[in-house]
């Protein structure tokens, strides 16, 4: 069973920086990013990166968020620079690929809390 897990959430001030992180167990991903949900609101897509290397980022984020992964740790990180209020959520490391299991197939984190005190 493919397990991702994620690291590296927190508290911290508006204008500072987090950094995230989430190892995959096993598995070969095509795509791997990170979602958030904030408290009343839907999970929404924050940053994608492809297997080559293309990214992918939610209008809100781009030029303060910083998306990276290593094919051969199977990890990807997430560098949040600039962060604000709007940053708070529950963020979720995602990865579509092949497990154990042969199939493609989606897989999830368990979320990290991510807060940003004003």
């Known amino acids: 069973q493919v397990q991702l897990v994620e690291s590296g959430g927190g508290l911290v001030q508006a204008g500072g920086s987090l950094r995230l992180s989430c190892a995959a167990s096993?598995?070969?991903?095509?795509?791997m990013g990170w979602y958030r949900q904030a408290s009343g609101k839907p999970r929404e897509l924050v940053a994608l990166?492809?297997?080559?290397?293309?990214?992918n980022y939610v209008d809100s984020v781009k030029g303060r968020f910083t998306i990276s992964r290593d094919n051969a740790e199977n990890t990807v990180s997430l560098q949040m620079d600039s962060l604000n209020s709007e940053d708070t959520a529950v963020y979720y490391c995602?990865?579509?690929?092949?497990?154990?299991?042969?199939?493609?197939?989606?897989?999830w984190g368990q979320g990290t809390q991510v807060t940003v005190s004003s």
């Open positions: 995602y990865a579509v690929g092949t497990g154990p299991s042969g199939v493609p197939q989606p897989y």
């Open positions: 096993e598995g070969i991903f095509s795509i």
């Open positions: 990166v492809l297997s080559n290397g293309l990214t």
